[in-house]
């Protein structure tokens, strides 16, 4: 059987970012669909998850590679910033964020240590603060 699905997927395109995000917006509007109960949603998700599967058993691989990369042209700017803003919301637990009062920068300090002196990396500026 494990031969047969090799066998059968030689020469075509397969999943790829596009095809993933399709997946997870025909999911969503599944959902929306359980919980408003409103039949276009339904048709519109089946309709995306129909085009994934085409998209990911075509044989047309140039064309399904160009696809894939206008999406990520405009996904990616979009996903760094989901990224940076995740690892600001973690880093808020252990460390105070802070500008210096010379030159606008951001400064990193640990929580709970107590005053500290920094000196800020781009302009040179010592201060104190507590942290």
């Known amino acids: 059987?494990?031969?047969?699905?090799?066998?059968?997927?030689?020469?075509?395109?397969?999943p790829d970012h596009l095809?993933?995000?399709m997946i997870v917006f025909s999911f969503a509007l599944s959902l929306l669909h359980a919980i408003i109960g409103y039949t276009p949603l339904l048709v519109l998700s089946y309709a995306a998850f129909g085009l994934t599967l085409?998209?990911?058993?075509?044989?047309?691989?140039?064309?399904r590679r160009a696809e894939n990369d206008k999406f990520i042209k405009y996904w990616w700017p979009i996903w760094i910033k989901m990224k940076r803003c995740t690892k600001r919301a973690k880093q808020l637990r252990t460390h105070k964020v802070t500008k210096c009062p010379k030159c606008?920068?951001?400064l990193r300090v640990p929580r709970?240590?107590?005053?500290?002196?920094?000196?800020?990396?781009?302009?040179?500026?010592?201060?104190?603060?507590?942290?």
Do not use: D, H, Q
Not at 1 to 14: E, T
Not at 112 to 131: A, D, Y
């Open 104 to 106: 606008g920068a951001k």
């Open 112 to 131: 709970g240590i107590g005053k500290l002196r920094i000196t800020c990396s781009k302009c040179g500026e010592k201060l104190f603060m507590k942290s």
């Open 19 to 21: 095809c993933i995000a």
């Open 54 to 63: 085409f998209r990911m058993l075509s044989r047309n691989v140039y064309r």
């Open 1 to 14: 059987m494990r031969n047969f699905f090799r066998k059968f997927m030689v020469g075509r395109y397969g």
